[in-house]
């Protein structure tokens, strides 16, 4: 069966760097675009990042740009979150998400992988910690 298995999470303090790891199995992971949600308590799950089956685009939410960079290894079917900079506001857990790539126009694309709506597999998540 499908698995995605998130790693690296903890508890750092404003302005350190985390890495986030994400490793699939269970599926042809190079026919997948990928992304990373959060979610802070009490709040819904917010889009994060995101990167298209190839590795060609990338997309973040206006609130990381700058300081999170999403890529993946297809050879090791590994997505990565590398953050920066780490806010308070940054806390919460960190979903890895997977929707296959159907051949969409680029602008479907880009919207669907910003939609929680329409990823299929998700991780346990990881807890990310920012203190101030």
């Known amino acids: 069966q499908v698995q995605l298995v998130e790693s690296g999470g903890g508890l750092v303090q404003t302005g350190d760097p985390l890495r986030l790891s994400c490793a699939a199995s269970?599926?042809?992971?190079?026919?997948?675009?990928m992304a990373w949600f959060r979610q802070a308590p009490g709040k819904e799950r917010d889009f994060v990042a995101a990167?298209?089956?190839?590795?060609?685009?990338?997309y973040y939410a206006d609130s990381v740009k700058g300081r999170f960079t999403i890529s993946r290894d297809n050879a090791k079917n590994t997505v990565y979150l590398q953050m920066t900079s780490l806010k308070p506001e940054d806390t919460g857990v960190y979903y890895c998400?997977?929707?296959?790539?159907?051949?969409?126009?680029?602008?479907?694309?880009?919207?669907?992988?910003?939609?929680?709506?329409?990823?299929?597999?998700w991780g346990q998540g990881t807890q990310v910690s920012v203190s101030s």
């Open positions: 269970g599926l042809t992971f190079s026919s997948y675009g």
């Open positions: 998400a997977g929707q296959y790539s159907s051949g969409r126009s680029w602008y479907a694309e880009r919207e669907a992988l910003r939609s929680a709506n329409e990823f299929r597999y």
């Open positions: 990167v298209t089956w190839s590795g060609s685009r990338t």
